[in-house]
């Protein structure tokens, strides 16, 4: 496209909450046949909610929440800020709310698993099955079941060991935003696939690609993974664009052809990013396919 062509372009992109730096990515969008979207807080709100908790045997409801509390409050991940809310509500309701709860010393973050940390005498695990099982926690056939029907209801488990042994468990709720069937049933109306990339696991996974319509399903995947599956698809001849917000994200929208981080996303996203979807709405993907097909067809 000629610079007037893009610049023009950009400004309309722009009144609209579709931020296109540059002419490269407008040039390419039209050409777009797949679309890979990360799950949390893309496709999905973004905004966890506990909601259901489970205590085992030889636990206390009182420990389960404060070691959650101690190891998840040194955490940023959204999952770790509604566990501790959760946590914190248990406790009031039982009357007990401690003013504050233990510190956790040798915190540790696992990148796409959890979290971990000493609290006075206990080592906490928090966190999924891959991290329950890198740290050879056995889950038991109890957990397990609680884990499996959770994740059929497209919500994610987040298990807590206590020095070794599987205290309880919180399941969390994350709800798809109102537009993303729609847009992904208007994508394949426009002969564009859709993809799911996640580090969250296959179940969780699944049952949101069902819910909006996704075909493809790729889950437990860390931020290089995320990356290798956007190329992959590119050595299958397809121009790919990438949607996602998160810092894990960023590898994939740097290797896509069009790379489109959500607004409200982070900065590492936003600046990897070729288009930023200002709105935060899914629908604004379109939108900027559009405006490049307007385009690129005005200039032929
Ligand atoms: P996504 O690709 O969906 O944005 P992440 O890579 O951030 O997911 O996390 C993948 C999974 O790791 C989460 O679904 C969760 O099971 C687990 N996880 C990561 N951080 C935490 C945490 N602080 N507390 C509990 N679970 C966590
Ligand atoms: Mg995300």
Known sequence: ATPTAVMVASGIGASQGVLIKGGDALEKAHKVKTIVFDKTGTLTVGKPAVVSAVLFPDFSMEVLCDMAISVEASSEHPIAKAVVAHAKNLRKKSGSCPEEVPDVVDFEVHMGAGVSGKVGDRTVLVGNRRLMNAFNVTISSAAEKYISENENLARTCVLVSINGKI????????????????????????????VIVTGDNHATATAIANEVGIDQVFAETDPVGKADKVKELQMKGMTVAMVGDGINDSPALVAADVGMAIGAGTDVAIEAADIVLVKSNLEDVITAIDLSRKTMSRIR
């Open 167 to 194: 205290a309880g468990a919180f399941s969390v709720s994350d709800p798809v935003k109102p537009e993303a069937k729609r847009v992904i049933q208007f994508l394949h109306s426009m002969g564009i696939t859709s």
